[in-house]
Structure formats: C-alpha cells, structure tokens
C-alpha cells in the first residue's frame, strides 16, 4: 500500500508527497479506512484485518483471528461519537458477520467487543455509521430499524442524508435510491446510465460522484435535476472492475483509483486533473481512503 501526505496551499509543482509503503499479508485488500483523528489506519481482505498506527508506521495488536470462519472482509468504517469513546472500528465480511473492535484503554490492544452474523449470511458489501443517532451508551448492541428489500439492486455505497434519509447506490443496475430513514420506504430513484463501482457523498456541497466503470468518476447533484454534472475523465481502462472514489480537501477534489497503478486528483469544479499520484507501474487500484482530519491518502 502507498502512503501520501498533501499539501494543497503550498507553493509547489506537486501537492501530495509519497510518505511510505505499508507492506501487508499476501492476497488481495477490499477495504482502507483512517480513523477520524488520522492516528490508525485499517485494511481488510482475504486475509483478515490488520492495523497500524500511521505516525509510527508500527502494526497495532489486534485480538480478533476468525477471519477463515467469517469471510473475506468486504467493507470497514470507523466509529466515531460526541462521547469520546474509545477508539472503535466495523466491519463486514462476504459470509455476512459484522464486527467491531474498540481499543483497550489498559493495554491499547484492539479487542472484538461483538460479532454478529446478519441475515442469511449473504456478503455485507456497504456500511456506513451515523455518528448523530449515537445516545452515549459505550456499550455496544445492535438493534434493527428497518429492514428493505430493493428488487434488483446490489447496494454498493451507502451513506446517510442530513435530513435523516439514507442513500444507497446499485452496483449492476446504476440505480441512486433515496430511502426514508425510518421505514425504508423508497422516496426517489433514477439511473445513473452506468453501473456504479462505488459511490461518494459530500452533503455540505450538495452533490455525489461515482466510479461509472468506463472512463473515469461522474458527479451529480443531490437534488434537482438527474442529469450529471460532469465527468472525471480517467485513461481508457483495460479491465472493467470497481474503483473507489473519494472527495477530498472538504469537497474540492475528487480522489479515485485506476487499473493501471495511479491514482487520480481532480479538481471537482473545474473537472481538470490536479494532480496524478503514483502507486506502480501496473496493477489495479481499487481501493482508496482519505483522511479527513490530517489529509492524508492511503491507496491499494
């Protein structure tokens, strides 16, 4: 994995700098997520999941070793809340367990504080945490508000609404849903005329973007009219496989992989390459995290 850290109000040629590489286990990486205070970053895959401490760049002991029972992992989300709670992170696997860990305040090991295995057991391929519904408990028990079923769609991004509904976004079918946050009911839909190989959402500037599998990352608008915005135009790719896609820089970039070793930054008014980032000479980049506090970009 390549490590990056920007710069963006430098008066330099190149904004991001290569900071390092995190060398992991073999097999292949499905999810990134950097805490929101930027000190730990999470991976997950084929092998289990792993955690580092990015200043010291040194692996963080973690207490949870099920990942030949439980599944790839799919997806992973940092937890954060209004009542300090220890550093926590989910995540779900293709056998469909969720799990958390939180960090021990005595030996600052992660721990599995609960797992729990969701429906038929069908692959969790999206999650998100809203940090707003959170009531203080530090206690963790999961409890359903609703449950959905969307004919056809494969949810591949999700994310919650400021208005308390939720967004899903259809893998196959290129759908944008908007779900009522207490009942599921499906208020709006449309497609997006591409299938959608992950999806971002930046409420403050109204607007998502998607990786459209052919030529590069489309943005919309939240609301009004369902025509696109503009298009990231990326080189033609070889292979047609998801790439995530970010925004960075509280909205004015847009950060996405490639199958080719680099890593894309755009300026999301202007739709112009900002800058192009290195990760190898080939391969697939399909995996992306952006840190939000600190800036920083970690990239698989």
Known sequence: MSFFTSSLFAKAKRHFRHE????????????????????????????????WDIKSRKELTCSTHHHESRG??????????????????CYGTGLGYIVFLRRSHIDMQFQETCARRLGSGFELTCMVWDSTSFEGNTRIALQAVFSVRL???VPKSIAFADNGCVYVFGLY????????????????????????GHAAVNQKRGVFVVDNATNGFTLYRLEGDEEPVRTFVTAVPNVSVPKQVAFGAEGRLVIGGSDHGSVYVFERKSGKVFET????????????AVGVRFKWWDGY
């Open 277 to 288: 980032l290195h990760h190898s000479n080939t391969g697939l980049v399909q995996t992306i």
């Open 151 to 153: 004919d056809n769609t």
């Open 72 to 89: 790839t992992i799919s997806c992973a989300v940092w937890i954060t809340t209004r009542q300090g709670m220890a550093a926590t992170l």
């Open 20 to 51: 390092t590489r995190f060398f992991t286990y073999g097999g292949s990486i499905h999810a990134l997520a950097i805490s929101n205070d930027g000190q730990a970053l999470a991976c997950g895959g084929t092998e289990g999941i792993k955690l």
């Open 173 to 196: 079918d290129g759908n944008f849903i908007k779900l009522r946050g207490d009942d599921g009911a499906v208020l709006k839909e449309y497609s997006c005329q591409s299938v959608i």
